[in-house]
Nanobody, 129 residues
């Protein structure tokens, strides 16, 4: 069983930065892609970014490309999401997730929430204008 805990959310202003952390324990998390999703009220849970097990490949949704950076530290089983130039439309609950399968060290994980087996409880990010 894998236990996932996010931290680092908060209330910031437009243009500010935040860094989210995700600690995953149990099993061999370092072998699996990890991802960050977000869900705003009344909307679906959508992927923000994902990273391969070796940390060398990543994926970003178009709206955060160039502003957010995903990374991971496999020695500590931690993933990070550095969020810069935040906008009000980034306001959401952010979730960290671990993929269901490993498909090679460069596999960045699937794009849909159903591709992920383990989830944290979420951390709120609010960006005021």
């Amino acid at each position: 069983q894998v236990h996932v805990v996010e931290s680092g959310g908060g209330l910031v202003h437009t243009g500010d930065s935040l860094k989210l952390s995700c600690a995953a324990s149990g099993h061999t998390v370092s072998r699996y892609p990890m991802a960050w999703f977000r869900q705003a009220p009344g909307k679906e849970r959508d992927i923000v970014a994902s990273i391969s097990s070796n940390g060398r490949k990543s994926y970003y949704t178009d709206s955060v490309e160039g502003r957010f950076t995903i990374s991971r530290n496999n020695a500590r089983n931690i993933s990070y999401l550095q969020m810069d130039s935040l906008k009000p439309e980034d306001t959401a609950v952010y979730y960290c997730a671990v993929e269901r399968k490993t498909d090679g060290p460069d596999y960045v994980g699937g794009p849909h929430y159903r591709d992920y087996a383990y989830w944290g409880q979420g951390t709120q990010v609010t960006v005021s204008s």
